[in-house]
């Protein structure tokens, strides 16, 4: 079971020191799991506890909020991954503007030095740390001598690196598969079941109207999805609404799932949703036949892509 904790100064002083890769990890995608492999690889080395360092909320939310992307996973679902992977333990950095004013030194020498007695230290190939981003590798192996430092080459497919950034843009767009082959996994969304309007009851396709915990939304449009309750039993087939609803003339974002073949009330339910393939676009129509008409065949289309 992975350790979790409140930062490098909250490391036990007792025990063993770490192995740790240092990253956002946002996402847990193909990229990340190859610095992953070489962090199991150097704690097997080291005989030591396998960590990743990472931090909440992300830098840039803190020190360019103008800039900041979408978070593809949240906090909670990124250590739940980092543990599926095998780590050992997870540290979470709590990043301020104080923080940020550390030195690269006093990164390397204290908090990975002398807080978590660092064993070993692996890290992506474009890792930069400290105040302004001046720390590099080289830093690192000056500061920690030692401590074997590890800088694992970028992961490719198809000819270019997989970074949290080229999934979020695949995401964003609504191709949802592509992005699904870089994560390992579908993107998911993850909310809780809120009352809405209760339209869709009155046209036969009852939906779970759900508050999104998940930053990253797909463009508008209409998705096949797989979706779980309460993380308990069996995935059921459905089909996801994610817009604002233009031929009711809605004025809010809206994530709408219909469960196929499913009756009982979710109202309340923790609902996971994996997006696994875009059906269509967003569209307005003329009128509510219409609309019907068309999510009949969104369903029908969903199920060739589910079965």
Known sequence: MTTVYAGASTWPHAGPGAVVAIGNFDGVHDGHRAVLRRLFALAAEQCAPSCVLTFDPAPTAVLAPERHQARIL?????????????????VIEPFTRAFAENSARWFAEDLLGK????????????????????GDVAALREWLPGVPVVEV??????????SSSRVRRLVASGAVEDAAALLGRPHFLRGTVVSGDQRGRTIGFPTANIVSDVELLPAH???????????EGPAHAGVANIGMRPTFAGTELRVEVHLLDFAGDLYGHRLAVDLVARVRGEQRFDGVAALVAQIGRDVERAREILR
């Not at 080459?153 to 997989?162: D, I, L, Y």
């Not at 998705?223 to 993380?231: E, G, S």
């Open 115 to 134: 807080h978590l007695r660092v064993r070993g230290v692996v890290v992506g190939y474009d890792f930069r740390f400290g105040h302004m981003r001046k």
């Open 153 to 162: 080459a970028a992961w490719e497919s198809s000819g270019a690196p997989v």
């Open 221 to 231: 449009g209409v998705y096949a999805v797989r979706v779980r309750v309460d993380d």
């Open 74 to 90: 949240t906090l909670a679902d990124r250590v739940r991954l980092l543990g599926d992977e095998g780590v050992d333990a997870v």
